[in-house]
């Protein structure tokens, strides 16, 4: 019923920017939030950042102060700006959203398809 679609992975030098977009499009009522995570190999998947519908933010605590994350709403996109990256932000990043497809209805979780970001140092 929602569809993810990220952009603006890449290849990047230790203390270089990118910014990552996820577009939500379908069946939406409501996104109650979205957000980023990342799983490196060998690892588990881990919530980068956050944006819920009331405008609150959560970052991991590795991130903070490097990564923003950011919402147009007219655009149902919500964007991940990374500065001063470093190797170890290496992984591949998902977009998540929670959404809320007709009203009354309960929110569903979806998940992108993932886009790779690696930080050479």
């Known amino acids: 019923q929602v569809q993810l679609v990220e952009s603006g992975g890449g290849l990047v030098q230790a203390g270089g920017s990118l910014r990552l977009s996820c577009a939500a499009s379908?069946?939406?009522?409501?996104?109650?939030?979205m957000g980023w995570y990342r799983q490196a190999p060998g690892k588990q998947r881990e919530l980068v950042a956050a944006?819920?519908?009331?405008?609150?933010?959560n970052y991991a605590d590795s991130v903070k102060g490097r990564f923003t994350i950011s919402r147009d709403n007219a655009k149902n996109t919500v964007y991940l700006q990374m500065n001063n990256l470093k190797p170890e932000d290496t992984a591949v990043y998902y977009c998540?959203?929670?959404?809320?497809?007709?009203?009354?209805?309960?929110?569903?979780?979806?998940w992108g398809q993932g886009t790779q970001v690696t930080v050479s140092s």
């Open positions: 944006l819920t519908s009331d405008v609150s933010t």
């Open positions: 998540n959203a929670v959404v809320t497809s007709r009203l009354l209805q309960a929110p569903s979780n979806y």
């Open positions: 379908g069946i939406i009522f409501r996104i109650n939030a």
